[in-house]
């Protein structure tokens, strides 16, 4: 049996989303990304659309994915 894991990290703050894990060059760490988007699914469940998903190995891999930023 095989299993992917895939990691985001979100923060909201005073209504805006924050999106940890993504950043660009003229980007700083925490903030907003303007392209994300909170939702409800028919199911019920929270999404949020444009959030960056990483697939890790380890939790090793995934801290090192909050710190390199």
């Known amino acids: 049996m095989t299993y ?7 923060e909201i703050y005073n209504e805006h989303l924050f999106d940890l894990l993504s950043f660009s060059s003229n980007q700083e760490k925490g903030t907003p990304v303007n392209s994300l988007a909170l939702f409800e699914s028919n199911d019920g469940l929270t999404h949020i659309r444009g959030l ?9 891999e995934a801290l090192n994915l ?4």
């Open 4 to 10: 992917t894991v895939r990691i985001s990290t979100i």
């Open 52 to 60: 960056t998903m990483r697939i890790v190995a380890n939790s090793e």
């Open 66 to 69: 909050l710190f390199e930023r």
